[in-house]
């Protein structure tokens, strides 16, 4: 074997030393216990302020804070909307507006997303 072919295998089994663990990195990233656990990276938060806007076709609530700031959520179907001791819809809490209200959600990449939505605060 010469010296050419030599260095060239050697510089080709570097390369597979150096692409073999940021790829399989990547590769275990996409899995889904992986995004589970990037899900859950951010604790759980609560937000307390008034009802501004009910946006059902996309799945939003827009709440305004003691200050006056407006927060938008993002309100998947999982959410759990309660008024009182009874459970409400999305669409129900049209009819709230302006009324008092504490929002648990988690910060994620597509935006705040609300675990459960109390009226009453």
């Not at 997303?113 to 009453?120: C, H, M, N, Q």
Request: glycine share 8%; net charge positive.
């Amino acid at each position: 074997m010469n010296q050419l072919a030599i260095v060239a295998l050697s510089l080709a089994a570097c390369g597979m030393l150096v692409a073999g663990p940021p790829a399989a990195a990547a590769k275990a990233a996409r899995t889904p216990a992986k995004a589970a656990a990037m899900r859950a990276a951010w604790p759980p938060e609560t937000l307390s302020g008034r009802i501004d806007q009910i946006v059902p076709g996309s799945h939003e609530i827009v709440v305004k804070d003691t200050s006056g700031v407006p927060f938008d959520f993002v309100v998947p179907h999982g959410t759990r909307i309660m008024n009182g001791d009874q459970a409400v819809t999305l669409k129900d809490l049209q009819r709230d507006r302006n009324q008092s209200v504490s929002v648990r959600f988690v910060p994620e990449s597509r935006g705040d997303v609300a675990l459960s939505i109390r009226i009453g605060g």
